[in-house]
T-cell receptor, first 116, second 112 residues
Framework: GAVVSQHPSRVICKSGTSVKIECRSL??????MFWYRQFPKQSLMLMAT?????????EQGVEKDKFLINHASLTLSTLTVTSAHPEDSSFYIC????????????FGSGTQLSVL | KQEVTQIPAALSVPEGENLVLNCSFT??????LQWFRQDPGKGLTSLLL?????REQTSGRLNASLDKSSGRSTLYIAASQPGDSATYLC???????????FGKGTRLHILP
């Protein structure tokens, strides 16, 4: 099956620093990737849709200048949390739709961000 | 606005029992519904995907059903095992290029 690799798996950083999270489709090309955030015991909330070669589409309430998304190639999307604050601490997960006509979504293993 | 609800929020059952997890959605105009498994601190693993024209899908000990008109789906797990312990999420998509909406999940614990 399609594999999506996400790293780092865990980041601890000081308030005010920026953190970059990478999401790669290892054995297929993903023109569209999705970034989610998940708080403890809560559902996944879509933050933005990342489109290769164009600007990301952000969900209502998500600050695009805060969460920078770059999808420069068909196999890599990055999410940068700029000037992170403790309230940004969360579990971030990326996903990509399967190759060809595969309707399934394949997810990365997630990144636990803790901002001190 | 589509809302996805999963009941119960948590469930503990002895090993070997068959069990049913429930998912309901408010807007029956869906493109597909997908069940996922999430282990603590990990990403999601796709279990079963049901297209809107289908009524059920099976994979091993798992069977998922879909009743679009009533806005319900169930995930049936046969002969549960401790390794089945995880959070199970259902998610619906309105159109092929639409975002998917997740439920909050059911935290399942299989007692050895």
């Amino acid at each position: 099956g399609a594999v999506v690799s996400q790293h780092p798996s865990r980041v601890i950083c000081k308030s005010g620093t920026s953190v970059k999270i990478e999401c790669r489709s290892l054995d297929f090309q993903a023109t569209t990737m999705f970034w989610y955030r998940q708080f403890p015991k809560q559902s996944l909330m879509l933050m933005a849709t990342s489109n290769e070669g164009s600007k990301a589409t952000y969900e209502q309430g998500v600050e695009k200048d805060k969460f920078l998304i770059n999808h420069a190639s068909l196999t890599l999307s990055t999410l940068t949390v700029t000037s992170a604050h403790p309230e940004d601490s969360s579990f971030y997960i990326c996903s990509a739709r399967g190759p060809g006509n595969n309707e399934k979504l394949f997810f990365g293993s997630g990144t636990q961000l803790s901002v001190l | 606005k589509q809302e996805v609800t999963q009941i119960p929020a948590a469930l503990s059952v002895p090993e070997g029992e068959n069990l049913v997890l429930n998912c309901s959605f408010t807007d029956s105009a869906i493109y597909n519904l997908q069940w996922f498994r999430q282990d603590p601190g990990k990403g999601l693993t796709s279990l079963l995907l049901i297209q809107s024209s289908q009524r059920e899908q099976t994979s091993g000990r798992l069977n998922a059903s879909l009743d679009k008109s009533s806005g319900r789906s169930t995930l049936y797990i046969a002969a549960s095992q401790p390794g089945d312990s995880a959070t199970y999420l259902c998610a619906v998509r309105r159109g092929r290029d639409d975002k998917i909406i997740f439920g909050k999940g059911t935290r399942l614990h299989i007692l050895p």
